[in-house]
């Protein structure tokens, strides 16, 4: 997912609906254009909620409900949490050559999924760094689905458009179809397997983490992937856009008013309290998949045997061990933010803060950034310069919250 600072812009719109209906004017107008904006199908049903529209991405999305962001991402702990991101881009390749194409331009090793499976991977470019990530999936050996970042689709489909070209100008079979016609549903939290049972005729508990089906929900096709973005169970649900209105308060409806509308402001500390990478904040395309601490997303061929963008500097990372790393970080003070520096004891610059912000479960700031290797071990004491003032912090694992995929009992 890409974007930056939404659990703080997410504050900012609940102050300024606090304050006087002048005041409100004056702030709206602050932001693009209405009509500048794309629309989903459920644009209208989250007004209808009491959803809180904001510009993300050339979308006008849910930064909230009625719910605070606070509650919204413990309830989505507690109970379950829907989301609309019918922003994202969901696209098929397909041809006997569809694998073989997509392999030169990401770093998982697709050949080695199981049909019905996927993965969380990096589109690279020549330098190693990351041009976006994303979930993809092996439908079959001739039919790859994948779903891209809503503020990387341009570049993502050029990209992918201009390297498709060059490939069947040499026999390459690989064609593509972009899912337009069709809505993003996120169901996620522990009830998100209950309610969405009483939906379909599917046993959801033979689907597990990163497995994939079509299959009817709610008495539509669906695209059902076990998946999601904040560390708890749930699904991503590809439906029909002439369904997803039905297929939402379906949902709603099954869950007895536990598992409610949520936005992305709760999307955002959800998936900073995982530890998960938030794009165009914890990784840029100067960032490799190796500083991203992503390097167990490259499957053992791939590091056998290359064949990706970048794969020389990428492979040589591996080898010889980055330069800078990827962490997680507790600070005291005011949360830290987005381009915090991070300082060494002695107050030498080691790193900077790439995403921050107030947990609302375990009830104390966490923050993800890059430091310099050597800084990156767990317990390592440090300071983040939040306003030009310098707290104390330091290194831990992430996730900040355990996570909680639906896998197979060993």
Known sequence: MRGGGLWQLGQSITRRLAQSDKKTVV?????ASEADLKKTVLYDFHVTHGGKMVPFAGWS????YKDSIMDSTLNCRENGSLFDVSHMCGLSLK???CIAFLEKLVVADVAGLAPGTGSLTVFTNEKGGAIDDSVITKV?????YLVVNAGCRDKDLAHIEEHMKAFTSKGGDVSWHIHDERSLLALQGPLAAPVLQHLTKADLSKIYFSDFRVIDINGAPCFLTRTGYTGEDGFEISVP???AVDLAKAILDKSEGKVRLTGLGARDSLRLEAGLCLYGNDMEQHITPVEAGLTWAIGKRRRAEGGFLGAEVILKQIEQGPSIRRVGLFSAGPPARSHSEIQDDKGQNIGEVTSGGFSPCLKKNIAMGYVKSGFHKAGTKLKIVVRGKSYDGS???MPFVPTKYYKPSN
Do not use: L, N, W, Y
Request: charged share 35%; proline share 4%; aromatic share 4%.
């Open 140 to 144: 079959t050996d001739d039919h790859i």
């Open 395 to 397: 290194i831990t694992k």
């Open 61 to 64: 999305m849910p930064i909230q």
């Open 95 to 97: 041809g006997k050559d």
């Open 27 to 31: 702030a709206r107008r602050c932001f």
């Open 241 to 243: 856009s002439e369904h």
